[in-house]
């Protein structure tokens, strides 16, 4: 039987190439002379750091700018409060993989009420769609593509 899974990742080493390049825009930029503003990036989670808040914005834009130049979906960013502490702002943002649980069982149900003939499980962070037909696994890539979600989704692992 045909399948196919699900997936939510996102390439790593592009981000810590984006990453890379940010910090090196902001030690270049005009604006930034004289001011301790730092990007660091451990596992998935960004640190920004820098003196005010205004900053912080500007240093976003950045960051934002180079991981999609490197084809990093920004939907995988999951910004935190901004905080401040005395002359210091942070902000921390996470890098999803994934897809969680509760998106899980979204995507389920949205493939269940279009009534389509395939069936699907939850497999820890992705999702496994099998069904009788190409042609049908063909019907539900199309249609979760059209679907507005909030995360961005490959599609790997085809098999006949």
Do not use: H
């Amino acid at each position: 039987m045909p399948s196919f899974d699900v997936v939510s990742e996102v390439d790593l080493p592009e981000v810590r190439n984006a990453v890379d390049q940010a910090t090196r825009e902001v030690g270049t930029r005009f604006d930034f002379k004289g001011v301790d503003a730092s990007f660091e990036l451990d596992d998935a989670e960004i640190t920004l750091t820098a003196e005010s808040d205004f900053q912080l914005e500007q240093m976003m834009d950045i960051l934002k700018s180079k991981l999609v130049k490197r084809n990093v979906d920004i939907k995988t960013m999951k910004e935190d409060e901004v905080v401040l502490s005395g002359k210091k702002a942070s902000q921390k943002v996470t890098i999803q993989q994934g897809i969680e649980a509760d998106m899980a069982r979204k995507l389920v149900k949205l493939i269940k009420d279009k009534k389509m003939k395939v069936q699907t499980a939850i497999q820890g962070e992705k999702l496994r769609v099998t069904g009788k037909k190409r042609d049908d696994l063909q019907e539900v890539i199309a249609m979760l593509r059209e679907a507005n979600l909030e995360i961005p989704l490959q599609y790997n692992n085809f098999r006949d």
